[in-house]
């Protein structure tokens, strides 16, 4: 029996205070991501505050992470024990953590790869290197290194009369830049765009700017993901909202 001294909300009163279409509510819900509403007795779908928190819980949760993360992690969050909860969203801190310290890294890769012209200008024959070589130097597997080949973005000599592979100067500093930018996380595509400029016109602001762009989303993610903290809280523990107006369509 519905307690009548808690507020209750139709479906498009409760999507109009978290800023969802009617229908949307009723997909969320479909999804788990937040509880199945009670019914009435014409059958309606009555929802509360945990409903309200769950929603706008998802909805800060989406902008932090992506729709389609938030999407798998609301129903755990509403079915695991607290601690289980509380864990997921700690997680969630530190790969933003992890992420921030891996684009840095590969910042600072880059900038070292790009200043040290006297690669191409002093490179000895013999300081020429195998793939296999190359690859512990970059701390990647050989068949990354035949990938990148096969999409063009590094292309090493081959030897006459055995065809194997051997690594030159300008090779090796493409090399490394594409190892830089895929430890920043970008793909494929965006990193031949890069080096295809370096080739043409030895533009390498492109290259930072990616990175520094990579570095710029996730502060925007972590200040997202606090902006959500409010909203877990509420979801989590139960509190209620800070006044009644919270519940009140309109």
């Given at each position: 029996?519905?307690?009548?001294?808690?507020?209750?909300l139709?479906?498009?009163?409760?999507?109009?205070?978290?800023?969802?279409?009617?229908?949307?509510?009723?997909d969320?819900?479909?999804?788990?991501?937040?509880?199945?509403?009670?019914?009435?007795?014409?059958?309606?779908?009555?929802?509360?505050?945990?409903?309200?928190a769950?929603?706008?819980?998802?909805r800060?949760?989406?902008?932090?992470?992506?729709?389609?993360?938030?999407?798998?992690?609301?129903?755990?969050?509403?079915?695991?024990?607290?601690?289980?909860?509380?864990?997921?969203i700690?997680?969630?801190?530190?790969?933003?953590?992890?992420?921030?310290?891996?684009?840095?890294?590969?910042?600072?890769?880059?900038?070292?790869?790009?200043?040290d012209?006297r690669?191409?200008?002093?490179?000895?024959?013999?300081?020429?290197?195998?793939?296999?070589?190359?690859?512990?130097?970059l701390?990647v597997?050989?068949?990354?290194?035949?990938?990148?080949?096969?999409?063009?973005?590094?292309?090493?000599?081959?030897?006459?009369?055995?065809?194997?592979?051997?690594?030159r100067?300008?090779?090796?500093?493409?090399?490394?830049i594409?190892?830089?930018?895929?430890?920043?996380?970008?793909?494929?595509?965006?990193?031949?765009?890069?080096?295809?400029?370096?080739?043409?016109?030895?533009?390498?602001?492109?290259?930072?700017?990616?990175?520094?762009?990579?570095?710029?989303?996730?502060t925007?993610r972590?200040?997202?993901?606090l902006?959500?903290a409010?909203?877990l809280?509420?979801?989590?523990?139960?509190?209620?909202?800070?006044?009644?107006?919270?519940?009140?369509?309109?």
């Amino acid at each position: 029996m519905p307690n009548p001294q808690v507020p209750r909300l139709t479906t498009a009163e409760i999507g109009r205070l978290a800023g969802y279409s009617t229908q949307q509510v009723r997909d969320l819900e479909r999804l788990g991501i937040l509880p199945a509403a009670e019914r009435a007795r014409n059958g309606y779908r009555q929802y509360e505050h945990r409903h309200l928190a769950a929603l706008r819980a998802y909805r800060a949760l989406a902008v932090a992470i992506g729709p389609v993360p938030a999407r798998r992690l609301m129903p755990v969050l509403l079915t695991s024990p607290l601690d289980v909860a509380a864990e997921r969203i700690d997680d969630l801190h530190a790969a933003l953590a992890r992420d921030r310290a891996r684009v840095r890294e590969a910042r600072r890769g880059l900038d070292a790869v790009l200043a040290d012209t006297r690669v191409t200008a002093d490179f000895d024959d013999r300081d020429a290197m195998t793939i296999g070589e190359l690859a512990q130097a970059l701390g990647v597997r050989t068949s990354a290194l035949r990938h990148w080949e096969s999409e063009g973005l590094v292309i090493p000599e081959r030897l006459p009369a055995t065809q194997t592979r051997r690594y030159r100067a300008s090779a090796i500093a493409e090399a490394r830049i594409v190892a830089a930018l895929r430890g920043g996380g970008y793909r494929i595509p965006e990193i031949a765009g890069v080096l295809d400029r370096l080739r043409t016109d030895g533009d390498a602001e492109r290259a930072r700017a990616m990175l520094d762009d990579r570095l710029a989303g996730l502060t925007e993610r972590s200040i997202a993901l606090l902006a959500a903290a409010s909203h877990l809280h509420a979801l989590l523990t139960g509190s209620t909202p800070r006044s009644g107006a919270d519940l009140t369509p309109g």
